[in-house]
């Protein structure tokens, strides 16, 4: 079967990276070479190095050959970076800054972060099923700004000896405004509820934060229900009762461990995709924009075949939607994954006590499988 328009061509950056990252990656090499054979796809893949294997190849986290790549590719897909062997690199050549300088070049602003507990996985959660079955939460997490990026961050030696860390954390009206718009319109494609976290009773940022996001929400999406929770709160709150939220909106460094949160309610880590999204272009209406897992490179299982390929398939459904426009194909390969789980395959991290746990592989193929066939039952 093939598609009834041809799809237009674009250029992907394949970053598998470290870990697991490879093997991940190849289950979603097999189902872009499927597509593409099918006419549904047509994709161009270059594939190069980032993290600890860039610094192996280059002395450097990403090359800056790499970076050339990813700054003119339609998008990005990024493994995953890191493990022990790197431990004692130099700080500024360590795998994740390779990670965070395809952030922050690409400008890659908004990073989506959905958390979806799919009913036959309620009971994998470390929470009570009913607590999480049908959870659909979508976290926005500001990726470019905040602590991660804040000057000054250094060691300094003070006059009599000690040491003292810096990392600063800062936030501009514009890189508030940008990122709550971005959750604002996410909302009304979804329940159109928005819950704003930080923490303006200890932080001035937190304070702006809070203001700017109030500002935008009456300047433009007032019809988007909005609440704000200090972001310990908000921790809590994704606990206690996860399903009272939609959108959570929230700045780089909370963002980064509240999405861990979510994601080990959805059951497993190895289930959550993100997607990472800079400014439209005003001519082209393109953003630039990055996908990737966000379970990190689990070296403690690499190369063993029981990484679980799930998160980095829905984040390629991700790029097929957000960047390449084939938002009924992404709506397939989740459908996809979806009877995978109803029909009881399963790798390790979710299988539980009474499934055996299929590898990497196997996973992967049967992943290919239910997507021909949801695509011909059409
Ligand atoms: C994430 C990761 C990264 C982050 C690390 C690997 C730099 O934890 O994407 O959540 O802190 O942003
Ligand atoms: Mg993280």
């Known amino acids: 079967m093939t598609a009834s328009s041809a799809p237009a061509r674009s250029n992907i950056l394949v970053l ?11 289950e979603v090499d097999k189902i872009i ?13 270059e594939v190069d190095l980032v993290g600890g294997a860039a610094y192996d190849a280059h002395k450097a986290a990403i090359s800056d050959a790499a970076m050339d790549k990813a700054l003119t590719a339609d998008a990005v897909l990024f493994g ?10 130099p700080y500024d050549a360590r795998p994740e800054a390779g990670l965070l300088r395809l952030r922050k070049d690409l400008a890659l602003f908004a ?8 009913p036959a996985l309620a009971s994998a959660s470390s929470l009570k099923p009913e607590l999480v079955e049908g959870l659909d939460i979508l976290i926005v997490r500001e990726l470019t700004g905040g602590v991660y990026f804040g000057e000054p961050k250094e060691v300094v030696t003070l006059e009599n000896g000690e040491q003292r860390g810096v990392d600063t954390q800062v936030y501009t009206t514009n890189e508030i405004e940008r990122i709550a718009a971005v959750a604002f319109e996410l909302a009304r494609t979804r329940s159109n509820q928005v819950c704003s976290m930080e923490k303006n009773n200890v932080m001035r940022s ?7 996001v109030t500002a935008t929400h009456a300047k433009a999406y007032s019809d988007v229900e909005l609440s704000h929770m200090l972001a310990d709160a908000g921790g809590m709150q994704l606990v206690r009762a996860p399903k009272q939220f939609d959108v959570i909106v929230t700045d780089n460094l909370f963002g980064d461990m509240l999405s861990d949160v979510a994601a080990m309610l959805t059951g497993s880590l190895g289930m959550l995709p993100s997607a990472s999204l800079g400014a439209e272009d005003p001519e082209t209406g393109k953003r630039k924009a990055m996908y990737e897992p966000v379970h990190g490179s689990a070296p403690d299982i690499a190369g063993q075949g029981k990484a679980n390929p799930i998160a980095m398939v829905a984040s390629f459904a991700m790029m097929l939607r957000y960047s390449l426009g084939l938002g009924d194909l992404a709506t397939q390969v989740e459908a996809a994954i979806a009877n995978v789980f109803d029909q009881g395959i399963r790798t390790g991290d979710i299988a539980g006590s009474d499934i ?12 290919l499988a239910e997507l021909q066939r949801v695509i011909e039952a059409g």
């Open 80 to 89: 995953a970076v890191g493990g022990p062997q790197w431990d004692g690199v």
């Open 33 to 45: 070479a499927w597509t593409n054979a099918q006419g549904l796809t047509a994709i161009e893949t």
């Open 356 to 367: 055996t746990p299929v590898s990497t592989s196997q996973m992967g193929d049967a992943l």
């Open 16 to 26: 598998p990276g470290d870990g697991i990252g490879p093997e991940a990656m190849a």
């Open 111 to 118: 990073n989506l972060r959905p958390a979806i507990c799919y």
């Open 206 to 212: 937190g304070v702006l934060w809070k203001q700017v």
